[in-house]
């Protein structure tokens, strides 16, 4: 090893990250996360400063631009601490780590994340953002940094203290969370219900007050709740999702010219967002919609969230996927809030703006109808806080009906819907030619795993083959390209990547990129009838048991067993805005074990579900992965098996699609065999497809027609 004191500055350039690649042109000494970099701390006797964000993240734009860009504050660092710069997405694990300790130490978390280290890797100070002097109530950062360069040179053995105290506190707290395992009762679910309830916005919709996150698995939970409870099901629970749902759609958190959400919106009302967009959470939220579709009662509600569902995956086919070399099928992690240096500046519009596009496509006489159809005022709803020199813009929403537009215009429907289609085509031409948000085109599997369900679910409830070729063809990337001697790899850059690193997989793959793919791939099952999607999942679920379970209390670990030791070795069971990896996984266990009439992995849920049992009272909005896992317990087993040729099942299957059935077993195949509910099945005779109804391990007749099998669907779970 070349002396520490001599190594190159700045070694972000080597790497494939793009948050890692924003930062290699700093007058820091970065280095990326790694035994080196430590090693140089204790040679040094230094602490280490542990900086963790991501490329979207507005904040951590501004402190990146405010104090390591600053050259004298990177003195600062550079002189009396060794730097190391994370990317969340591309180790959570670390992330992980370090906010546990940063929640701990402070009370709150968030990005960008900062974390002073001892050379042994034990935190001893953290905090989020900070200026870069003394504002907000906030020590500036550069006397943050020199109090903390002071403090391990003058009060050494009271920093190690508190490293010491501090590790041993979060192990116990680690430990101590999976220890009390207890069962479940059923009552939990509804329990959970009304505990949502006491916190949802009847106003907006959504839970609690600003700022508001889209709540993606709590939405699903009351869905599969109110389903679950079919004929009459929980109106309570399935109307917070459809005022929830509707309120997103009409704000502008969701983008009204090109589909796809923000990642959360900064009022209680949905309408100005934090404008950076998250593969995970349009994924998941494409799949909400989707469902939503199929269940909310009023036909206007059906046909939005529909649109929306298909909107949002449009939105992610054409801006999200990677199309290029080893990566083709794969689709990136984000797209920034920030463009030309100003929040929103490719979002918003001014009226100035709006008639200037509608002059130029002969629209101008719509210029009225579209003020009012997406609420833009001179006063404007948004300005940049740290351009106010720019004035006022405008989010679009759209609060207005149709036919409130059509009568405040003089107008019908149609031509109300036809004019405005016409104008959201040219106001999107034209914001197409500003200059794009920065593009996060690093490819994850677990983030991937979500977007793959999304499409195959999407591609048979709407009988849409753009969007099974999307999830056949992502399918394919992920086991071409980030599985590697029968395992999975979490983080792709592609050859186009800018990093010397470009056009590799890396980082050892973690329990949610098993856990997402392995639901998705069931779901690609469901969509294709082939089984090999199905096999695989397999193969990964009995990986997860083998390299990730916690053999002495159940559930599962966030990291391999023979992955890279950290501080701490963590069990997430909580949701973020992604289902957590033990909801994940126990929602694979689940549902594999209906598939292949496996009790021992049934059980497997059973403890995930018994580990959080005394933490469910107290947080429900965090557990809705697990909470679904209950709801799976809890219903009725139901399987309907298809089989024949694709095309002679396509109406059968299609007749499924239609209804909400998320307890349902789904088996299509070509022939009998392969999985236990295909088993000793044959087409009737002189049929072309036939269908097997099942509830509660009581079979019906088979039937051939359309007709025949709604009947039995509808008397079984009319839903």
Known sequence: MTNPTEAPRNRLALESSPYLLQHAANPVDWYPWGDEAFERARIEDRPVLLSVGYSSCHWCHVMAHESFEDPAIAEVMNDHFVSIKVDREERPDIDAVYMTATQALTGQGGWPMTVFLTPDREPFFAGTYFPPTDAYGRPGFRTLLENIARAWSEDRARVLESATHITERLREATEARTAAAMPVPPSAANEAVERLRATFDATWGGFGGAPKFPAATTLEFLMMHHARLAPSGDPSALSMVVDTLHHMARGGMYDQLGGGFARYSVDARWLVPHFEKMLYDNAQLARVYLHASLLAPEERDRQLFGNVSRETLDYLLREMRDSLGNSKGGFHSAQDADSEGVEGKYFTWTPAQVAEVLRDANLEADLPLVLDAYAITEAGNFADPHHPELGRTNVLSAPRSLEDLALAHGLDVPTVAARLEAARGALLQARERRVRPGLDDKVLTSWNGLALAAFAEAARVLDEPRYLEAALETAAFLRGTMLRDGRLLHAYRGDSGSGANGGTAKVEGLLEDYAYLGLALVELYRATGDLAHLEWAVELFEAVLERFSDRDRGGFFDSPADGEALLLRQKSTFDSPTPSGNGAAALLALTLSRYYDRPSWERVAEEALRSVAAMLPRASSGFGTLLQVLE?????????????????????????????????????????????????????????ATAFVCEQMVCQLPVTTVEALAAQLDAARPV
Do not use: K, M, S
Request: avoid cysteine.
């Open 632 to 688: 799976l317990q809890l219903a009725p087993r139901q399987e309907v098996a298809i089989l024949g040729t694709p095309e002679a099942r396509a109406p059968l299957e299609r007749e499924v699609a239609r209804r909400y059935l998320p307890h349902l077993v789904l088996a299509p195949a070509e022939a009998a065999g392969g999985i236990p509910v295909l088993e000793d099945r044959a087409p009737l005779d002189g049929a072309a």
